[in-house]
């Protein structure tokens, strides 16, 4: 999942990652913002003041505006608001110390304010129209006809009594929206377990998990916690208290917030002339308004129908064979039910694949695979970063330097407990080069990463030349792991599950879209800066590569006999994976409802337990489990707001994008090149719509995404259950 910006972010909205003017000063950890809530803060308002010097020399350009001497200075202005608000932001989700994190929380606020000014400064508007780009290159156009959009979208236009209320509503909107994710970052619960209700979960999950004194054990809703639970429990009452305790995590506290929010939201749309702040949230999109979401959803609905009731029927059979007495299958017990199916139908079990995919060896074939298909390389930095815990690495193309990320990848207290890819510095071409993040919430990493040894180190690498590393360097690092491996200390190898592995390619998608996309001519056309509703198609896409078999032998190896997964077992989990699709694609849509009906109607008469249930029983056939507030950690709402039904529209593009590839070789067929050049090398520089024609010669087509949906009945894999 990538992190959007808000519309509430309005100014800063067209520039999707941050950077700096200068190689210094350019992250908040160097200068103490990690430890200390003063040290943000100071950092913070060196960025704002540079901001503000930025704007006061473009309104005193004297004679001919032109890109050069005056959408470079405003160019500068937002590359360092967004560097601010960029790191402010990750530091809220990641600080160690509760008070960096309340403090970091305050800076995106005072971050998001600036930019709201920003986007009702009639005199920055004027300066920008006036600007000549007759002889600009395209991109440049581009930027600026974008730029003076969302300056109109924001309300520029209006007198000063209404810029001022909408400058109110959005600091509200903006402060509301903090507050709704912090409840859920840090509105984390657990549950106790007796021992008879732990059947069916993994014996390196139970180890995890030690019996306190009365003979319980604690269980969180952290994602490595509660995933298992939901899907290998043989007890109903365990799933049925993790669900509750899982979707109730910010009740009640974000319910009235999000109503808040819903009508401050509301009231800007209203302003500026909008029916809703669904057709507000669009109207800048690919989609272009609230009217064709529904057009596509309905689309879907089609598609997805008579599948998932098929699948329905063919897990409930299966379920009231096993409980005679069974007459539904709750919400609580849905993944449960269909993990026991998969087993049935396909001989396949999905615990039976975890040993095979450690977190480390996992990370390393995330890496490789990387490198293989973008040409570039990966080498451990010795930069510093926010937490011991995470890993530093430098991307490298040709010898050159060309972008850095930050893998902070598994759970620890006070973190977003989400998986997410963030922006951390946006590149420039030729001045600045991007840097990026994953935050993940994975199993393992209960103790420093081991550092990579030289024969690690080279197989990181897309490029044939040897990684040049100093051998003293080198030394340390095998010493390090030989000390490490003498003091023979338990660890948790942190096993995943295939869809965890996939989950992870999918968030390094976002990461390669930042770097490679982030050496374009302007700061507000690097890295993630497309529209909103096409940031998900390089990630999406990125999914589909390891359902191939010798990719995923490259890596999946059971971390104690060091056996590759077989052959046989990943045809298994491939037909076993393909069955439940159609279920998904109902799922998408309770959402992607929800998100849109939620922005598309009066928040006055919104009744929140009402129309959640609601929706859910009109899209969904799992009985409805009373007690269910999911709409109050429904994290999505802040960021994509209305525009929830990317991830299912971007799933469209992706599966036609992935068709171009070559199946027999993957990473090394012309489509690869073609796709880096014609779409992530672009950043923001052209419309989503003209990425799309240039990759594919045309626009996105149904049939691909129709193919996958089905695959599971045209190929009729779904055996009889025994």
């Known amino acids: 999942m990538w992190q959007p910006r808000s519309l509430e972010d309005s100014a800063t909205m067209s520039v999707e990652t941050p950077s700096a003017t200068e190689n210094k000063n350019i992250h908040a950890w160097d200068d103490g913002g990690a430890a200390s809530a003063a040290a943000l803060t100071a950092w913070v308002g060196a960025r704002l003041a540079a901001h503000e010097n930025a704007l006061a020399r473009l309104l005193a350009v004297q004679g001919e505006r032109t890109p050069e001497n005056s959408l470079s200075l405003y160019d500068e202005a937002i590359e360092q608001l967004n560097l601010a608000g960029a790191q402010a932001g990750i530091l809220n989700s990641v ?18 304010v600036a930019g709201s000014a920003l986007s009702l400064n009639r005199e920055v508007y004027e300066a920008l129209v006036a600007i000549n780009v007759e002889k600009a290159s395209p991109a440049t156009k581009h930027y600026l006809e974008r730029t003076l959009l969302s300056y109109r979208l924001a309300g520029v236009d209006k007198d000063q009594p209404t810029r001022d209320r909408l400058q109110t509503l959005h600091e509200k909107a903006t402060r509301l929206s903090l507050e709704f994710s912090r409840n859920i970052q ?26 306190d004194a009365d003979g319980n054990v604690v269980i969180s809703t952290d994602p490595p916690d509660m ?17 509750l305790a899982y979707n109730t995590r910010a009740y009640p506290a974000n319910r009235q917030v999000l109503l808040d929010l819903l009508a401050t939201r509301q009231e800007i749309a209203s302003i500026l002339g909008f029916r809703s702040w669904a057709d507000l949230a669009t109207a800048d999109q690919m989609m272009q308004s609230a009217a064709n979401v529904r057009t596509f959803l309905e689309k879907l609905n089609e598609a997805s129908r008579d599948g998932a009731k098929h699948e329905h029927k063919l897990v409930l059979d299966f379920a009231r064979e096993r409980h005679g007495n069974l007459k539904e299958i709750d919400i609580t017990s849905r993944g449960y039910w269909y993990e026991q199916f998969r087993r049935a139908a396909f001989d396949f079990d999905s615990q039976s694949v975890r040993p095979y995919f450690p977190y480390a060896q996992v990370e390393a074939g995330v890496l490789k695979t990387a490198a293989q298909l973008f040409k570039v390389e990966f080498r451990r930095s010795q930069a510093t970063a926010w937490h011991r815990s995470v890993s530093v690495f430098d991307v490298f193309e040709g010898g050159v330097h060309v972008g850095r990320f930050y893998l902070d990848m598994h759970p620890r207290e006070g973190k977003d407990k989400w998986f997410s890819a963030a922006p951390v510095v946006t590149g420039v071409r030729g001045r600045v080069i991007p840097e990026a993040a994953l935050i993940c919430n994975f199993p393992g990493g209960d103790e420093e990463p081991v550092l990579l040894t030289p024969q690690q180190l080279e197989t990181l690498s897309g490029e044939p030349e040897h990684i040049p590393q100093q051998q003293h360097e080198l030394e340390a690092r095998a010493a ?23 989950t992870f390619f999918h968030e390094f998608g976002h990461l390669m879209h930042a770097i490679l996309g982030g050496h374009t001519e302007w700061v507000g056309l690097s890295g993630f800066a497309t529209e909103g509703d096409f940031i998900e198609v390089p990630s999406q896409m990125l999914e589909e590569f390891f359902r191939d078999e010798k990719l995923l032998q490259s890596f999946a190896k059971h971390y104690e006999t060091g056996e590759v997964l077989p052959s046989e077992t990943i045809k298994k989990m491939k037909h076993a994976g393909s069955f439940g699709r159609a279920d998904w694609v109902r799922s998408q849509l309770y959402y992607t409802t929800l998100s849109l009906d939620l922005h598309d109607q009066d928040p006055t008469k919104l009744d929140l337990d009402e129309i959640t249930k ?6 969904q056939p799992w009985t409805w489990a009373d007690g269910n507030r999911m709409y109050a950690s429904f994290g999505h709402l802040t960021g994509y707001s209305s525009n929830y039904y990317t991830y299912a529209f971007d799933k469209v593009i992706a599966l036609d994008f992935f068709g171009q590839f070559d ?3 993957l990473l090394g067929c012309e489509a690869g090149a073609r796709y880096r050049k014609t779409v992530i090398e672009q950043g923001g520089s052209k419309p989503g ?18 193919k996958w949906l089905n695959e599971e009945f045209e190929e009729q894999v779904v055996a009889g259950v025994r």
């Open 480 to 502: 390090e792991a030989e000390r490490r491996a003498s003091q023979q200390t338990p660890r948790d190898p942190g096993l995943l599950q295939y869809s965890d592995v996939v």
């Open 186 to 211: 840090e509105g984390g619960k657990t549950i106790q377990a007796t021992a008879d209700e732990l059947e069916g979960l993994p014996a390196d999950y139970l180890a995890r998990h030690p019996f």
């Open 614 to 619: 609601r929706l859910y029983q009109s899209l």
């Open 689 to 706: 719509r003209q990425l799309v024609r240039d990759f594919l010669g045309r626009d996105e087509e149904f049939s691909a995404f129709s």
């Open 95 to 112: 600080a160690e110390d509760k008070g960096v994190r309340d403090q970091a929380q305050l800076e995106a606020q005072r971050v998001s």
């Open 227 to 243: 995933q298992p639970v939901m899907t290998f429990a043989a007890n109903s009452s365990l799933r049925e208290r993790m669900f």
């Open 663 to 665: 199946p027999k070789d």
